[in-house]
């Protein structure tokens, strides 16, 4: 059975940094990738980044381009994300997903996901 469990959101000022983190268990993640979804109140689910777990293949979406940074610690089956020179438009919950890799361009079938965790950012 597949875990995924974020952690290390929470409330910053703009400007600030946070680094969330998902932990993965429950099978190999090999031909995986992990990515970080955000949906913030009365808007849609948006990716955020992603990155494959053999490779280290990673994208990212214009929003965050050069402010947030994926990673992965294969060894701790645990996926990161820095996020830095945080904005109040970066509000949201953030979840983490995983699921097999489809095509070359890190596009993927999320099969599993997080609960989520609280990203707030104030002015």
């Known amino acids: 059975q597949v875990q995924l469990v974020e952690s290390g959101g929470g409330s910053v000022q703009a400007g600030g940094s946070l680094r969330l983190s998902c932990a993965a268990s429950?099978?190999?993640?090999?031909?995986?990738?992990m990515g970080w979804f955000r949906q913030a109140p009365g808007r849609e689910r948006d990716i955020v980044a992603a990155?494959?777990?053999?490779?280290?293949?990673?994208f990212y979406a214009d929003s965050v381009k050069g402010r947030f940074t994926i990673s992965r610690d294969n060894a701790k089956n645990t996926v990161y994300l820095q996020m830095n020179s945080l904005k109040p438009e970066d509000t949201a919950v953030y979840s983490c997903?995983?699921?097999?890799?489809?095509?070359?361009?890190?596009?993927?079938?999320?099969?599993?996901w997080g609960h989520g965790t609280q990203v707030t950012v104030s002015s």
């Open positions: 990155i494959s777990w053999s490779a280290g293949t990673t």
């Open positions: 429950g099978r190999s993640f090999n031909g995986y990738v």
């Open positions: 997903a995983t699921g097999p890799l489809l095509s070359s361009s890190l596009s993927a079938r999320y099969d599993y």
